[in-house]
């Protein structure tokens, strides 16, 4: 039960307002992120609606399963501003199986932290409310200097709710979601797969699944000193000691102690400014290369490198011809066809030693960011299907469970591998046969994008087919030319798309300008929609060279401007390029 009374709980409330009175509050595509000026009044409210949030949850789940079962209470928060700069903070909520809350889940969020008249939310949303003792949440922060401090502001509107709260400190997002899954192991685990609910737990299950991975795929990739190591920009931010935490564990247990590391993480905390001319984010929309600051990051003829974001749970790969220019970019879409493509052959493997092996479906979900030129290969080449969703992985996520094994990823790096019940048992039963299929479900983090668990199922496969990242690059397919935008306008909520985003319905305008943009130059691609993050129209174009993407993007750019708001001088467009 609570100790702090109702009324005491609006007298906290009134000590941290939301700072601006006219503001709504939105939760994006990926939780509450705004300046971190705005913060404090929201964190508090999320806290005490946290409780609110979990017995919502835990009634529907109650009244939508047919058991008797009583299913886990815990669920987590992840305070981070993931890929934006030290400016910014934020908070995301995690369901119990380690996904994103649920649509509903998240309109009464919006509802409780915007409600201005504190006499109606105390009636509304304290006076009767049965504050259950069993409410449970994991939380993690990420490096800021910010987060610490609000952290604790949602810990203390959650206890004042008798929400009883596990602070993990310090963790990247993918960590947190792990954690909460794995708290919640006997309604969300195989059997196949050990609780290990800590950070310590996390690092372990990385470490020895990579080892068993490589045991049965790439035995080269642990028995000898590699002569190009994995450089990894990790932002200067939380992922820096969680690669180094899960090199230490893959050394020990592979006794590799006397070899040199095959990865070598850089940009730490506090070399320099958190997602700062590095990161994924950077990378991939700026098509270069990060800024090393860490001295073993600046030698540019480094061939095999990546770059994951401030709280890890994106990663894009890379190599660098010099300083400033990138010599390829391996991004979501390279890394999601690399995965269809072992899964593949480790199926037609498994069915040619057995045939009689029940069938498992795959599917591959992306977004309209997906380069053109690897939806083709998918479906032409490797026969998967595949489905476009909206932005967000939330959208993906949700796609990906209509398949045994459902692979998504966001051309930004952010995705995952999710299996079904009916892939577990296929596994368990083919593993004779193909044991990696067995492994990687231990290997791959099912709750969330995770960098370091990408990092290293890529690896793994790169020694697999003995490839390097130019040979990665070309020996798939070659991606379209393009490029993306982002354009300030007055209200970002004046566009709105169709569902996947592929085509802009407001303002009635804009579509058809667009489609006579693309007909006027034949194989190109342009859409835009409203950022989740940020007051900006983002703006996507593909087209078959470099220099008709550059231009598609530029005159999409400024038909947006145009017929959205825009603020300030369509020169300045390119200013806001990301």
């Known amino acids: 039960m609570t100790t702090i009374p109702p009324e005491q709980i609006i007298e906290t409330m009134q000590q941290h307002p939301l700072l601006d009175e006219s503001t709504e509050y939105g939760y994006g595509t ?43 209470q815990d669920m987590g ?35 409780i932290v915007n409600q201005r008249d504190l006499d109606l939310f105390q009636n509304t949303h304290l006076k009767g409310f049965d504050f259950r003792s069993t409410a449970k949440f994991h939380v993690g922060y990420d490096t800021r200097s910010h987060s610490e401090r609000l952290t604790s502001l949602f810990i203390k509107g959650a206890q004042a709710m008798g929400v009883t709260v596990i602070n993990h400190g310090v963790l990247t997002t993918p960590m947190l979601h792990h954690i909460v899954l794995h708290s919640n192991a006997k309604a969300y685990l195989p059997a196949s797969i050990p609780p290990c609910p800590s950070r310590a737990g996390y690092c372990q299950a990385m470490g020895s699944a990579y080892l068993e991975l490589c045991n049965v795929v790439a035995p080269c990739a642990i028995t000898g000193d590699r002569s190009t190591p994995l450089l990894v920009d990790c932002a200067c931010g939380v992922g820096y000691k969680a690669v ?52 073993t990051g600046q030698d540019a003829a480094k061939s095999y490198c990546c770059s994951v974001d401030g709280d890890a749970d994106r990663i894009v790969f890379f190599a660098a011809s010099s300083s400033n220019e990138l ?58 299907p595949v489905v476009i969703t909206k932005t967000g992985v939330k959208h993906l996520h949700h796609a990906a469970l209509e398949f045994d094994i459902g692979i998504y990823f966001e051309a930004n790096g952010h995705g995952t591998v999710v299996f079904s019940q009916a892939y577990h048992e296929f596994a368990s039963q083919a593993k004779s046969i193909c044991p990696a299929l067995e492994i990687l479900p231990r290997l791959i983090n099912p709750a969330v994008g995770d960098a370091v668990s990408d990092l290293l199922l890529v690896d793994a496969l790169l020694q697999h087919f003995e490839w390097t990242v130019q040979d990665w690059a070309t020996k798939l397919y070659t991606d379209l030319p393009s490029r993306q935008l982002k354009v ?42 409203a950022s989740g993050t940020e007051n900006v129209v983002r703006v996507y174009a593909e087209a078959p060279t470099r220099e008709q993407a550059d231009k598609m993007a530029t005159i999409a750019a400024g038909l947006v401007h145009t017929h959205c708001g825009g603020v300030g001088p369509k020169s300045a467009i390119l200013f806001f390029k990301k």
Not at 351 to 374: D, E, F, H, I, R
Not at 495 to 514: F, G, I, R, S, Y
Request: proline share 7%; net charge neutral; with cysteine.
């Open 30 to 72: 990926a939780g509450f992120r705004f300046k971190v000026e705005h913060m404090d009044g929201i964190m508090l409210r999320v806290g005490i609606a946290s409780a609110i949030l979990q017995y919502e949850l835990f009634q529907n789940t109650k009244t939508n399963t047919n058991t008797n079962q009583q299913p886990q």
């Open 77 to 111: 928060v992840m305070i981070t501003a993931s890929h934006n700069d030290e400016s910014y903070n934020g908070v995301k909520l995690s369901n119990p199986d380690g996904s994103m809350i649920p649509p509903h889940l998240e309109e009464t969020l919006v509802a």
């Open 244 to 295: 180094q935490e899960v090199l230490s564990e893959i050394t020990i247990r592979g006794n590799l102690t006397t070899c040199k590391p095959f990865l070598v993480p850089c940009n730490e905390p506090g070399e320099g400014p958190l997602n700062t001319n590095c990161g994924s984010e950077h990378v991939q929309k700026q098509l270069k290369p990060p800024t090393w600051y860490s001295k």
């Open 327 to 384: 010599g390829s970019l391996l991004d979501g879409d390279k890394i999601a066809v690399l995965i269809g493509k072992f899964f593949q052959a480790e199926l037609s493997k498994a069915y040619g030693g057995n045939p009689k092996l029940p069938k498992v479906s795959m599917g591959v979900v992306q977004t309209a960011y997906a380069n053109g030129a690897s939806t083709q290969y998918l479906e032409k080449n490797l026969k998967v």
């Open 488 to 529: 300030q306008v007055k209200d970002r909520s004046v566009v709105q798309c169709n569902d996947n985003e592929t085509k802009c319905l407001q303002p009635t305008t804009l579509q058809p300008a667009l489609d006579q943009l693309m007909s006027d130059i034949p194989g190109s691609r342009t859409f835009c929609r």
